[in-house]
């Protein structure tokens, strides 16, 4: 079946930038996304990137697209230490009616 | 708050119990997901159901697991002879249909199966 990989966790000093990878598998993805989950807390959007796209950035975050290599990367600029969290890269399956999702990245912020 | 709601929020159970869950979506959504998360892992897909119709089960959704969407509403997620391995976060979300742009995730209902 189709997969997404992450890598596990991501430590930086808060005002750095953050940058988290993800691979993906699936030859006709038409929409990739990213989400965040704070503890005790449910899945929450942050932006997503339509597969013809190279790039899409919204404020302090900018998603890059390689649909060659099926590399996906989301940068986050200023990381504070409230964008500690795990966050999940995934990928829309079947003509939009689910999504695959990766194992999350757990981001550190130190201050 | 996405608008979602889902109840309860923690339920703990003896193995071989059943147990239910409830899902509420926002009221004008059409389309209903059920994932589960496990510890260290992102959410896998359940089903989905469109109005009250199911339109999509996962291999993972055993025959103990049976989720229901009457009126098209809220829906119920039924769990039967729970295992300890069904322990888990169950999430919903909904949907207009085709707007996975537009999906949003409930805080989920944390199992532990005793």
């Known amino acids: 079946g189709e997969d997404v990989e992450q890598s596990l966790f991501l430590s930086v000093r808060e005002g750095d930038s953050s940058v988290i990878n993800c691979t993906y598998t699936?030859?006709?993805?038409?929409?990739l996304y990213w989400y965040k989950q704070e503890p005790g807390a449910g899945l929450q959007l942050l932006t997503y990137?339509?597969?013809?796209?190279d790039m899409k950035q919204d404020q302090r975050l900018t998603v890059l697209l390689n649909k060659k290599d099926k590399h996906l990367s989301l940068r986050i600029a200023d990381t504070q230490t409230g964008d500690s969290a795990i966050y999940f890269c995934a990928d829309e399956m079947e003509y939009g009616n689910k999504l695959v999702f990766g194992a999350g990245t757990i981001l550190r912020v130190k201050s | 708050d996405t608008g979602v709601s889902q109840d309860p929020r923690h339920k703990i159970t003896k193995r071989g119990q059943n147990v239910t869950f409830r899902c509420d979506p926002i009221s004008e959504h059409n389309r209903l997901y059920w994932y589960r998360q496990t510890l260290g892992q992102g959410p896998e897909f359940l089903t989905y159901?469109?109005?009250?119709?199911?339109?999509?089960k996962s291999r993972l959704l055993s025959d103990r697991f049976s989720a229901e969407r009457p009126k098209g509403s809220f829906s119920t997620l039924e769990i039967q002879r729970t295992e300890q391995g069904d322990s888990a976060m169950y999430l919903c979300?909904?949907?207009?249909?085709?707007?996975?742009?537009?999906?949003?995730f409930g805080p989920g209902t944390r199992l532990t199966v005793t």
């Open positions: 159901f469109q109005n009250e119709a199911q339109l999509e």
């Open positions: 979300a909904s949907s207009l249909e085709g707007g996975l742009r537009e999906q949003y």
């Open positions: 990137i339509f597969s013809n796209m």
């Open positions: 699936d030859s006709s993805s038409t929409y």
